[in-house]
């Protein structure tokens, strides 16, 4: 499966974006899917991830009550809404997707898509 992240941006704190992530080549509902984040000089790090049927998530403790992952499995896509913007959230934003059960470690899956920047200013 190929994955394209979009909706990326800069944004004042306490603003909103919504991250998307377009599927193609393969069955996207047969996936569980994740995000994650790589700030500058930091590692790749677990944000959220959605199982299959989009019915069971989990979420890293710092965006609890703030992100929200959802799936679209007839548009074959994946989001991520994000509120309350903090400073701190700034990093390239990462989709993954893998045939498995859903896993908040990055090494399960198996297909990425390219970053997309966000920038919370303060």
């Known amino acids: 499966v190929q994955l394209q992240a979009s909706g990326g941006g800069l944004v004042q704190a306490g603003g909103s974006l919504r991250l998307s992530c377009a599927a193609s080549?393969?069955?996207?509902?047969?996936?569980?899917v994740g995000w994650f984040r790589q700030a500058p000089g930091q590692e790749r790090e677990f944000v959220a991830t959605?199982?299959?049927?989009?019915?069971?998530?989990y979420y890293t403790d710092s965006v609890k009550g703030r992100f929200t992952i959802s799936r679209d499995n007839a548009k074959n896509t994946l989001y991520l809404q994000m509120n309350s913007l903090k400073p701190e959230d700034t990093a390239d934003y990462y989709c993954?997707?893998?045939?498995?059960?859903?896993?908040?470690?990055?090494?399960?899956?198996?297909?990425w898509g390219q970053g997309t920047q966000v920038t919370v200013s303060s």
């Open positions: 993954a997707a893998r045939a498995g059960t859903y896993t908040f470690n990055a090494w399960d899956y198996e297909y």
């Open positions: 959605l199982n299959r049927s989009g019915g069971r998530t």
């Open positions: 080549g393969r069955t996207f509902s047969s996936y569980a």
